[in-house]
């Protein structure tokens, strides 16, 4: 491909575009919030992913105006009726929201929705720390495989202690981690002579907690300019 050499008739958007979406039963949305297409396909508030449906959240925009209802123009509020039932018009483009203060400036770069008028700069995933009890004499025995209770785990932090903490045992020599599925393997019956218990300690990776809300375009006193047409792929 080669620069342009003349003028080129570039289609652009007026930089507002709408879509019309039914809403989740039992579902309030506020105008102005957030709005987010659940996994059944209907909209709910922007918010952290949680059970079903909401292990499945893509940010639309911003709720801009009911379509029907109880009071058209007004706020969604599908108490219990059917989803679908209420249409809730949604507005894609660059609108202000609030600052979690994790956003300095980072133009350019995703945000992710706290709740439905609240964005941050980080998913809410991470390295989380945690300890549970991994054996318990007699019935262990060496060449055992457990299943950890989290994963995958974190290289390089997993601890492995007998009850009383007096003794560290060495992984690759006691004992080994398959950190991708989360297994712990003994292999050593060092190990198991006179612990009643073993304790073991490890961080795990945590799963996305927040969902995409768009990319940061400004912030300023108030709050974040974002961009929500940059970011989610919308379904049919």
């Known amino acids: 491909m080669a620069?342009?050499?003349s003028q080129r008739n570039t289609l652009k958007l007026d930089g507002r575009t709408r879509l019309v979406r039914g809403v989740e039963t039992e579902t309030t949305i506020y105008l102005g919030a957030m709005v987010a297409v659940d996994a059944n396909g209907y909209l709910v508030p922007a918010q952290p992913l949680g059970s079903s449906p909401l292990n499945s959240l893509a940010v639309l925009g911003t709720a801009y105006e009911v379509q029907n209802g109880a009071y058209p123009g007004i706020d969604a509020l599908n108490g219990s009726g059917a989803a679908g039932a209420i249409l809730l018009e949604v507005d894609r483009k660059i609108a202000r929201m609030d600052n979690d203060g994790s956003i300095t400036f980072q133009a350019g770069q995703l945000c992710y929705a706290v709740d439905?008028?609240?964005v941050a700069l980080t998913d809410g995933g991470g390295?989380?720390?945690v300890t549970e009890a991994?054996?318990?004499s007699p019935a262990v025995t060496v060449s055992q495989i457990t299943r950890l209770a989290h994963r995958p785990i974190v290289p390089g932090t997993v601890l492995l202690q007998n009850s009383a903490k007096s003794t560290t045992y060495v992984e690759g020599t006691d004992y080994a981690v398959d950190y991708a599925d989360g297994l712990l393997f003994l292999i050593s019956a060092v190990l198991i002579a006179g612990a009643v218990s073993l304790e073991l300690g490890y961080s795990y990776v945590a799963a996305q907690a927040r969902p995409v809300a768009g990319r940061i375009v400004d912030i300023d006193s108030i709050g974040v300019w974002v961009d929500f047409l940059d970011q989610a792929v919308l379904g049919s």
């Open 3 to 5: 620069l342009l050499n």
């Open 134 to 136: 991994a054996y318990t």
């Open 116 to 118: 439905d008028h609240t």
């Open 127 to 129: 390295a989380i720390a």
